[in-house]
């Protein structure tokens, strides 16, 4: 299709976000293709990819399909295609999708037979097994089942959003159809009796007895549907006026429930609905034939991860990532505490290749230590069980001066913040919400010590969350620094934040909305002045996506300036590279591993003096301009190596990386069979197990010789 009227300001060199984020997720299907990949993990990538689908439909195409219905009409401006233009390209390429998720599932199910794991439907159960599901039906679904007639005295019921439900057709064309809704608070699956591992799903064991349950009528098919809803809420969006004293957590609470019932953007089917039934729902639900999506393997795919933890442990062995220990840096002993380590020189953790320990163990004690008069921390996802949080809980009853800026608008983690932030101030700290209008997604913490009469302070900055189970998931750098003045620029953002003060100043970080997009800017514009006296340059950058039109833009100056740039951007990117006269000096490749590629590093120079940035906030606009983010320069000589021979590595990456072509297409590196395959994740993993020689005392040595040698 042919987009009309684009912006005046349209570049070749851009595309658009949501097709590029579409191309994203294939790549995450295609980790489930690789017959390399254990074959649970190959399983477990179809539910990311699905599960990561359902998002894009809930946030991007709706917020799109608000755009659409304003008046004032809305264009995208790197394409300059309208939203409603955008949508139709949305749905035009999402339906290949489905059908390669369907193939890839199949196949995956076909392998998983050969380990006598076995997805089953009703036409395939055994007498033993009928019996056990007969059994299980009457005692435990059928009293929770809340079947329902739409007819001319019955309304169309509201379908919430993302939940399953049979949709029955009756041969009586009085009778328009049974709806059976799946709860929620079913098991995804039941497993069967015997010696092999089969199971069934429990939406498909209540497809089995839709006919009896409607057996007053004549039933002629059923299916299974799933409608998503546009959840793009934010507390703008409620246009609701509330006072300062107002608790903003009973807004939040109430703003949640609202997520449920927006309005449709996508309508799921497993099977075939009859043309009259599929006509009824897009009417009652207000969307086009193209917004339905049918599917052959479940529209519904989050029991991979349980089907894991219930397999016995010599299949689980056999069909997953072999498990490797995390580097913990604890173990050399460097120094008596991490407090003291921490005061003497910096420290460093990659995730997971190194344990969250460290850090952990200095919140610990910091918590017990009297010298320690506060600790403040911005939190934007935790984990459901945080020892974060009780580390904080105890420092509060310890008479710390403890402060929580936490982010009640984490997008899905809303609940699981406001019942964590009512539990910190039961334990004693102070919790604040930050700046109205703004997501705090700063990734900072502050330890205020007063030793003999002298301030110190510990300030750790991190890439990630304060989430102990991502951070054995996802790849992040934390740093830990004692220097003084990145604590003052610290200290300056708590008080900053606590009055709702954007335009403070700061030395060292780099903090949004109003101080951040800048100074990468000038970090640009000084390799593009190198390159115009002839000097070496390069711009390195390590971002999950890239959207800002502003830094898309010098980017594209500094590649026709001669600046080599070098892109690591694992989902979003709207700058395509290798276009001739344009970006041809420009690289773009893409990681999807094992771990979810997470952490935000900005290079620029091309010796051992050039400037290396570790941030919180990705190159978006809604990073730039709408969140409060924290970059922090890295100044030990032995760190910067560090993170340099860590991209060096991605850089090297010719298995699991892409690179982008200039229409926008990723393309692998290498056959997945030739020899000399470089596994970028899987060089860290073995890394981290072997140590690399860091747990003598002063692991930084290392480093620091190697910095030496290549001085030389």
């Known amino acids: 299709m042919t987009a009309s009227t684009p912006l005046k300001t349209q570049t070749s060199y851009m595309q658009n976000r949501e097709l590029s984020w579409l191309r994203f997720n294939e790549r995450v299907l295609e980790e489930a293709m690789d017959e390399r990949v254990p074959l649970f993990e190959r399983l477990k990538f179809v539910s990311i990819f699905t599960s990561n689908l359902d998002e894009f439909y809930m ?24 939203a409603q233009e955008q949508l139709n390209y949305i749905f035009e390429a999402t339906e290949p999708y489905y059908e390669k998720r369907n193939a890839i599932f199949a196949q995956i199910e076909q ?38 007639v739409v007819d001319s005295h019955h309304p169309f019921p509201h379908l919430m959003n993302k939940q399953q439900y049979v949709m029955c057709s009756f041969e009586d064309k009085n009778q328009t159809l049974g709806i059976i809704p799946v709860s929620p608070s079913f098991p995804d ?65 109430k703003t949640l429930k609202k997520r449920a019932r927006l309005a449709p953007v996508r309508l799921e089917v497993e099977g075939q609905l009859p043309k009259r039934v599929g006509q009824l729902l897009c009417d009652k639900l207000q969307l086009s034939r193209k917004q339905v999506f049918n ?53 460093m953790l990659f995730y997971p290749y190194d344990s969250m320990e460290p850090f952990l163990q200095l919140l610990k004690e910091s918590a ?26 105890l ?76 951070a054995k998931l996802y790849t992040d750098v934390s740093m830990m620094t004692s220097h003084e003045e990145i604590g003052r620029d610290a200290d300056a953002f708590f008080k900053n934040m606590a009055i709702s003060n954007l335009d403070g100043q700061y030395r060292h970080l780099l903090v949004a909305p109003n101080h951040f997009k800048q100074p990468l800017l000038e970090c640009m ?32 100056e500094a590649s026709e300036a001669g600046v080599p740039v070098q892109l690591i951007i694992r989902g979003i990117c709207c700058l395509l590279p290798g276009v001739p006269g344009k970006t041809e000096n420009i690289t773009v490749r893409s990681i999807v591993g094992r771990f979810l590629e997470h952490s935000r590093i900005f290079c620029f120079g091309a010796d051992e003096d050039c400037s290396i940035y570790i941030s919180s906030g990705d190159l978006m606009t809604r990073s730039t301009t709408r969140r409060v983010e924290t970059a922090c320069p890295v100044y030990d000589p032995g760190l910067k190596q560090r993170i340099l021979h860590h991209l060096d590595v991605m850089l090297q990456d010719n298995d699991k990386a892409r690179q982008m072509s200039s229409n926008g297409q990723y393309k692998r590196l290498s056959s997945p069979y030739e020899a000399n395959l470089k596994d970028s994740q899987k060089h860290f993993i073995e890394e981290a197990m072997q140590g690399m020689d860091r747990r003598q005392p002063r692991h930084l040595r290392i480093w620091r010789r190697w910095a030496r040698l290549l001085q030389h």
């Open 59 to 82: 946030i991007r195409v709706g917020s799109l399909t608000d755009l659409a219905g304003m008046k004032e009409e809305h264009r995208d401006n790197k394409t300059g295609w309208t």
């Open 111 to 148: 392998a998983l037979e050969n380990y006598q794991i076995y997805r089953v439907g009703m036409d395939d159960l055994s007498k033993q097994e009928k019996k056990f599901i007969e059994d299980y039906y009457a005692e435990h679904i059928f009293p929770v089942l809340s079947p329902i």
């Open 189 to 253: 699956f039941i497993q069967l009796p015997g010696d092999s591992f089969r199971y069934i799903l429990t939406s498909h064991v209540i497809l089995g007895y839709a006919k009896q349950l409607f057996n007053m009528y004549k039933v002629s098919s059923t299916q299974l549907v799933a409608v998503t809803r546009n959840a793009d809420i934010a507390l703008d969006d409620e246009h609701l006026e509330y006072d300062d004293d107002d608790d903003i957590r009973q807004l939040m609470k």
């Open 295 to 347: 599917s052959v393997a479940p529209i519904v795919l989050n029991y991979p991860f349980e089907l894991i933890q219930r397999m016995p442990k010599h299949l689980e062995m056999k069909c997953t990532y072999p498990p490797f220990r995390a580097n913990n840096l604890l173990d050399m002993q460097a120094y008596p505490t991490v407090t003291e380590w921490c005061l003497k020189e910096d420290m």
């Open 368 to 393: 017990e230590d009297p010298h320690v008069v506060s600790i403040k921390i911005t939190i934007y996802r935790l984990a459901q069980h945080s020892i974060i949080t009780q580390y904080l809980c």
């Open 395 to 470: 420092a509060a009853e310890n008479g710390k001066d403890v402060t929580v800026l936490i982010e009640l608008q984490a997008r899905f983690d809303e609940q699981n913040n406001i019942e964590w932030a009512e539990r910190l101030e039961e334990a004693g700290c102070q919790v604040i919400y930050g700046v109205e209008g703004y997501k705090v997604h700063s990734k900072i913490c502050l330890i205020t010590r007063k030793d003999r009469n002298k301030i110190q302070y510990i300030t750790q900055i991190s890439t990630g969350n304060y989430n102990e189970k991502t």
């Open 525 to 556: 514009d000084r390799e593009i002045e190198k390159a115009g006296r002839g000097e070496p340059c390069r711009i390195l950058m390590k971002s999950n996506s890239l959207t800002d039109r502003e830094i898309l833009q010098k980017l594209f």
